[in-house]
């Protein structure tokens, strides 16, 4: 019934949309309208406030930081800043920045409107601190210049000022040296925002409920996002679709395709039948059981991104009895992930030993401890934490969802369920929606054990490290100095070599704490119509594959 409701949604919206894909070449070389559906709904439209994919999808579409990623890679490369150099001690970073660049609200972009944001960013009221609303805030820059009680203030913070040399050059003043400082930047959380707007639509009003979300009572992150990217946002109706258009005053090219329209489509099977029927141009997230089909599908293409995201089951410390090693011990050796990544990852997923996938630099490539699938040892450990067996614990995975690292949820859950009530726990189970209430429940530290997964953002073991064991977060309810400063002092290094071998052995002592279980690096792939041309699969993932170089075959 469910998949029948989806497709008649579809058929609904395609009345209104100009469609391609089942017509003939020569219409769809005219059309100007691409339909893209994924798993899920965006969960708000300002990138400060949101850290998930499909958010982030769509605000890179509508945003510019200062600088931005090669697509198909991770080099970084100019956006709103044409060049940038860092002082003699790495403190201060001068951005020389493009000129004659408007907002979408056609007021001008210039150095006031950067340090706008940044001192927005820095000046968040206390809901707005919450990790679980402004994590990569929180991850990246950590404090805050009025912190909320028990935060972290601006003697923590890496962010100290920002500086405007006249309109056209800025300079962002640090307190410690970051050799990933550049690549964070790029992220498409800090892209900029036309400060009039922020003003005019109330960006920083709003409630954090209990979960951690966001309820804004402004209307910049669900109505009035103006960036100085490609695309702006024309309307949004969660659940049903999100149409972007060409934004008049964008800088760059002027994109092929005027109109996009985003679809949430949950459940994997109705989105190939989408985009098998024409309902659609493209999906993300193909399933691994459905590769073959799009590529036996003469109308249709399979693309492909590297491995570079990592599953695991994370493991809440301030919830026991997960603060217990032996019983985190006891988690690792309860699950088999060769079982789980044969049955429903296949060509998509590699077993994973550690937080790091393979490809990055810092991945220990020996000395990690391993935590071979062995239940008579996980129910040793166990009893040696002085625990009675079964030892029960509250089990959460997402619904209505599908990522790289976690295709699907369900399916994984049920295999770790049986694995590990066969080592000495007793399961049970708890599911959410993955928007909003899923990401809330994991990042404000409700979960016990929960399912999540990473995408990378910039392709920096920073990103990877840093990001979830670096300093306290809710996620997993851990206070471990001696963690925080190895992986402080990695990202400080400037000598490569130096800092590849500070991140290998912070790879391993994070294996040794465990904080969470990985169990397998994932890729995705997208599946297009065949006549779309211009779209860029990376190993950052959605958050960097910009829509404005898409076009149709003539």
Known sequence: MRKKVVLFALLAIAVAVALVGCGSSKKSSKSTSFVFASSADPVLLDPALVSDGESLRITNQIFQSLVGFKPGGSEV???????????????????????????????????AAVCFNYDRWFNFPAALQNPAVSYYWNTVFVGFAHPASGGAGPDKSLYKSCTANGDSEVTLNLTRRSSSFISAIGLPNFGIASPTALKKYKADAGTVDSTGVFHPTGTFATRNPVGTG???????????????????????????????????????????????????????????????????????????????????????????????????????????????????????????????????????????????????????????????????????????????????PQRIFQAFQSTLNNSGFKVVPHSAPWRPDYLGGTQSGKYQVYMLGWIADYYDPQDFLNVHFGSKTPLFGFDNPKLFAMLAKADAEPDPALRTADYQQASIEVMKFLPMVPYAWGSSALALNKNVLGYVPGPIGPVNEPWAALHYAK
């Open 230 to 408: 490609p695309y702006m946002l024309q309307s949004w109706e969660p659940a049903v679709k999100l149409v972007l258009v060409a934004n008049p005053n964008y800088s760059g090219p002027k994109p092929a395709i005027s109109k996009v329209v985003y679809r949430a489509i949950a459940d994997n099977a109705a989105r190939l039948q989408a985009l098998q029927s024409g309902e659609v141009q493209g999906i993300d997230y193909v399933a691994p059981q459905d590769y073959s089909t799009v590529t036996k599908d003469s109308k249709l293409q399979l693309l492909k991104r590297p491995v570079s995201s990592i599953g695991y089951i994370g493991l809440n410390q301030a919830k026991p009895p997960m603060d217990k090693l032996l019983v985190r011990q006891a988690m690792a050796h309860a699950i088999d992930k060769a079982a789980v990544i044969k049955a429903i990852y296949g060509q998509t997923g590699e077993v994973a030993n550690q937080f790091l996938p393979p490809s990055l630099f810092g991945y220990a490539k020996s000395g990690v401890p391993d935590y071979a699938y062995d239940p008579a040892q996980s129910k040793a450990l166990l009893k040696q934490a002085g625990l009675t067996l079964p030892v029960t614990i509250d089990f959460w995975y997402p619904t209505d969802v599908s990522r790289s690292y976690m295709p699907d």
């Open 77 to 111: 490369v100019p956006q709103l800043a044409t060049s940038w150099k860092p002082s003699a001690n790495a403190l201060s970073w001068t951005f020389t920045l493009k000129t004659g660049v408007k907002f979408s609200d056609g007021t001008p972009f210039n150095a």
